[in-house]
Structure formats: C-alpha cells, structure tokens
C-alpha cells in the first residue's frame, strides 16, 4: 500500500498571503494525484487532478504541480473561503487509493 | 446536474451490521464507479473501496476485507454499502462518490452528503 504523508499539519496563513501545501507518496504515483478541500460539516470537494489539472469551477488561484513522489499544492492568495483542511489522494495502477492525513489551513 | 443522496443517520449496536444507500441522478449511473470512503469523528479520509455499477465488480481495500460489500441496483440507479460486526471504531461519516471517467476512475469527483454511522453499546 502507497502511503502518503502530507506537511504541515497545520498551515498558518494571512488572508492575501500565498499558501504551499506539500504531499509525498512513498512510492512513485506519476502524476495520478488528486487534491481536495474539506470545510467543517460537508463533504470534500476535488480541487486538482492528474496532479496540476484544476476540477471544474475551481479557481485559478488553485495550482497543482508535482511528479513521482513530491506534490504541491500552492494557493496563490489566500481568501476567507479557502480556509479549510486539504487531502491529497493517489490513483495510480490499482487500488488501494489511499489520502493523506490532511493540512489544515488557518487564519493566522 | 449530478447528485448523489445517502440514506439517513444509523444508530448500530458493536456486532450489528448496516447497509448505507446511495441513489444517483444526473448522469448514466452504470458509466462511473462508485466509491466509498469515510471519515471518523475529527479524523482524515479513508478510502474503502469500489464497484463498477456496470458489472457488478468491487475492490475493497484490505482494512475492510472480509467485512465489507459493495452492490448495486441498475433499475433504481442506487449503490449500496454494508458494513458487519460492527466495532465503536466503525462510528464514522460514510460517503458515496461517484469516479471520474477514462484514465480518472480514481478520482473521486462528486460526492453523496454523508451518512453518520454510530456504533454503540
């Protein structure tokens, strides 16, 4: 099983500033990473795909990059919405797909 | 539009078993898997496994082997999660989400609102 370990855990940040979120597979993933958001009481929604692709609707200040075993996600300007706990999760060959421990990103 | 909408709340005893519903509309229900993943109380996402709505096939993740089944009705366009002998650590929100397409089956692209599952004595 590919184990992904994502840093920080907790991630604070100032509205405006840009937020760097780091995720590592213990084996290689290729590009097959997925990023998520998580806000309290709802569901996740996907952000990013195939490592830098962004979801439907999700906006450009969301970036994705990374291969093989390092990924970043990089919020360019942090805005109040998008303070939140992010996962990543790998979807490489075959299952299990498993997610990160998450990094929360607060209000500093 | 897609959706997915979860069966309610279950209160379960430790032992007890609990079948989870998940109807979808919006979209051609055999043309996507269906994944499950949950989540305990103040904890990260775990992913549990599939079904291909189209044939019937599943892959669990190992945590639930044994314990787990994943099914489908193609009439009523509606997945199904069963959990048995239930422990306290089971007590977790469960989520159906539907995968992307092509190369992106697993991606979980849109998910069900979740269903709280509470397992005690």
């Known amino acids: 099983e590919i184990v992904m370990t994502q840093s920080p855990a907790t991630l604070s940040v100032s509205p405006g500033e840009r937020a760097t979120l780091s995720c590592r597979a213990s084996?290689?993933?290729?590009?097959?990473l997925a990023w998520y958001q998580q806000k309290p009481g709802q569901a996740p929604r996907l952000l990013i795909y195939?490592?830098?692709t962004r979801a439907t609707g999700i906006p450009a200040r969301f970036s994705g990059s990374g291969s093989g075993t390092e990924f970043t996600l990089t919020i360019s300007s942090l805005q109040s919405e998008d303070f939140a706990i992010y996962y990543c999760?790998?979807?490489?060959?075959?299952?299990?797909?498993?997610f990160g421990q998450g990094t929360k990103v607060e209000i500093k | 539009q897609v959706q997915l909408v979860q069966s309610g709340a279950e209160v379960k005893k430790p032992g007890a078993s609990v079948k989870v519903s998940c109807k979808a509309s919006?979209?051609?229900?055999?043309?996507?898997?269906m994944h499950w993943v949950r989540q305990a109380p103040g904890q990260g996402l775990e992913w549990m496994g599939w079904?291909?709505?189209?044939?019937?096939?599943?892959n669990y993740a190992q945590n639930f082997q044994g314990r787990v089944t994943m099914t489908r009705d193609t009439s009523i366009s509606t997945a199904y999660m069963e959990l048995s002998r239930l422990r306290s650590d089971d007590t977790a929100v469960y989520y159906c989400?539907?995968?992307?397409?092509?190369?992106?089956?697993?991606?979980?692209?849109?998910w069900g609102q979740g269903t709280l599952v509470t397992v005690s004595s």
């Open positions: 989400a539907r995968s992307g397409g092509g190369d992106y089956i697993g991606v979980v692209v849109y």
């Open positions: 999760q790998h979807y490489n060959n075959w299952p299990p797909w498993t």
């Open positions: 079904i291909n709505p189209n044939s019937g096939g599943t």
């Open positions: 084996q290689s993933v290729s590009s097959n």
């Open positions: 195939g490592a830098s």
């Open positions: 919006g979209y051609t229900f055999t043309g996507y898997y």
